[in-house]
């Protein structure tokens, strides 16, 4: 059985880092695209960054430049640094994963999820 489980999120100032860590089990993603999305309270889930196979990266414009997403393989984890907090940022985290090759920037390009981890930037 597949599973993927964020950690890190909490409650920060504006300004202040955050580093989110999403471990896999059940199977290797060393030739997937693995990702992180957002979703605020009323708002739909939005795309925030990608990590291909190859370690490339994408980034939404929103967070270019403040957030990094990296990869570790021997451990099966992703992870997601994320710099400069502004309160906009505040939503539930999640990891998501592909169980094929290529990437996305699309909810519906994933078929694995994490469970979401709370971040909450005060101002």
């Known amino acids: 059985q597949v599973q993927l489980v964020e950690s890190g999120g909490g409650l920060v100032q504006a300004g202040g880092s955050l580093r989110l860590s999403c471990a896999a089990s059940?199977?290797?993603?060393?030739?997937?695209?693995m990702g992180w999305f957002r979703q605020a309270p009323g708002k739909e889930r939005e795309f925030v960054a990608v990590?291909?196979?190859?370690?490339?990266?994408n980034y939404a414009d929103s967070v270019q430049g403040r957030f990094t997403i990296s990869r570790d393989n021997a451990k099966n984890t992703v992870y997601l640094q994320m710099n400069s907090l502004k309160p906009e940022d505040t939503a539930v985290y999640y990891c998501?994963?592909?169980?094929?090759?290529?990437?996305?920037?699309?909810?519906?390009?994933?078929?694995?999820w994490g469970q979401g981890t709370q971040v909450t930037v005060s101002s």
């Open positions: 990590i291909r196979s190859g370690f490339r990266t």
């Open positions: 059940g199977r290797t993603f060393i030739d997937s695209a």
């Open positions: 998501a994963a592909r169980s094929r090759g290529g990437w996305s920037t699309q909810t519906y390009e994933y078929d694995y």
